[in-house]
């Protein structure tokens, strides 16, 4: 189990992808693709249930987020990505409906916390909230929407029956010491003029490109005469992500960064400037701060995200028949034609796989 900060991943997708040095910059426009898709389609309720309803731009919100990050990480989404979001959607309203006083205050409790840890992550309010920007999303949507997923795991938690002790994470900790060494990390500041247009990521004309080029060359010059590195990346890097608090960015460890970039980090000691770097997004200087030695994380470190994680194990066992209960008594109906012709490809793939046990042990 390699620990991961437990937020909904599809809500994070945005936030985590656009730390990488290599994200592109954001659209100039103030308008963000829900706003677009609202303004020409309006904003039609998908799902219709028992007491609540799940508007269009609800999914939107998320999953343009996760294909945004995706992208800025030369990833791509799975097929059925946007009908496992909208059920996750309405996982969390049926449990959400379940909710008592206690579990909104242990929701709230557990949210906040998740916050504070990915605060710590960024290393401050400012560098998360320019995070939250380039990803489209404000401090207030986001805590929102992770409160409204920490109330529906405690009600799931309640429901199950499910107790972690610290035990018992103690107990995983000591048996899967490979899970808990941290990889050599870098800690950089870049610069980067891209080469490419960050809406439709397609190359910039041939003179473009070279007048950058040149650019980058005479701020390598600069930096290499005594120039302040810092200084030159908030007036000049094209890295919305990094560029105001002088190209810094978050510690990172191999295989997050494009290959090039991760090669030319790693490569540098403490305080020494890279050569220019180029890159599928453009032109790179990088200036190396620090390296962390791989080490052995401690256990009262990890201790809460372990319990946490292990919480999850559990809860992935159990959670899929306590959800089809549910479900069957909600008078659920997605009322989108193309979610529900994928929501009933999903069901019934998912009926293939669960009978493929059976079919294997009949043949033995």
């Not at 309640?158 to 018992?168: K, P, S, W």
């Amino acid at each position: 189990m390699k620990l991961k900060l437990i937020l909904s991943a599809a809500l994070m997708a945005g936030v985590i992808f656009a730390t990488a040095a290599t994200a592109p910059a954001a659209a100039t426009t103030n308008a963000t693709p829900e706003d677009t898709m609202k303004a020409l389609f309006g904003d039609p309720v998908i799902v219709q249930g028992d007491g609540f309803q799940i508007k269009r731009s609800e999914l939107d919100e998320v999953v343009s987020g996760a294909k945004a990050g995706a992208a800025s990480a030369g990833q791509q989404l799975p097929p059925d990505f946007e009908v496992g979001v909208l059920n996750q959607l309405i996982t969390i309203q049926l449990l959400s409906k379940q909710a008592t006083d206690a579990d909104r205050a242990a929701g709230k409790t557990d949210a906040d916390l998740q916050y504070t840890n990915l605060l710590k992550r960024f290393g401050s309010e400012e560098a998360f909230q320019r995070q939250l920007k380039v990803a489209g999303l404000t401090v207030a949507e986001l805590r929102a929407k992770a409160l409204q997923e920490s109330v529906a795991k405690t009600v799931l938690k309640r429901a199950l029956n499910i107790n972690v002790t610290d035990a018992d994470a103690k107990d995983y900790y000591d048996k899967h010491p490979a899970d808990f060494e941290q990889p050599e990390l870098a800690h950089a500041r870049h610069i980067l003029l891209m080469t490419i247009d960050p809406a439709t990521r397609q190359p910039l004309a041939t003179n473009t490109i070279a007048a950058k080029k040149k650019q980058i060359e005479d701020l390598l010059k600069q930096i290499k005469s005594g120039g302040d590195f810092a200084a030159l990346a908030k007036q000049y890097s094209e890295d919305p992500g990094s560029k105001d608090n002088g190209g810094e960015l978050p510690e990172f460890p191999r295989g997050q960064m494009v290959p090039e970039f991760e090669t030319a980090a790693f490569a540098l000691n403490k305080d020494q400037v890279s050569d220019v770097v180029t890159s599928a997004f453009g032109f790179h200087i990088i200036k190396l701060i620090d390296k962390t030695a791989a080490k052995k994380v401690e256990f009262a470190t990890v201790a809460a995200d372990l319990k946490e994680g292990l919480t999850r194990q559990k809860m992935s066992k159990l959670t899929p028949d306590y959800i089809k209960k549910m479900r069957a008594g909600a008078k659920l109906e997605i009322l989108d034609a193309a979610l529900k012709a994928a929501n009933e490809r999903l069901e019934a793939a998912s009926k293939e796989e669960a009978a493929l046990p059976s079919a294997e042990a009949a043949g033995k």
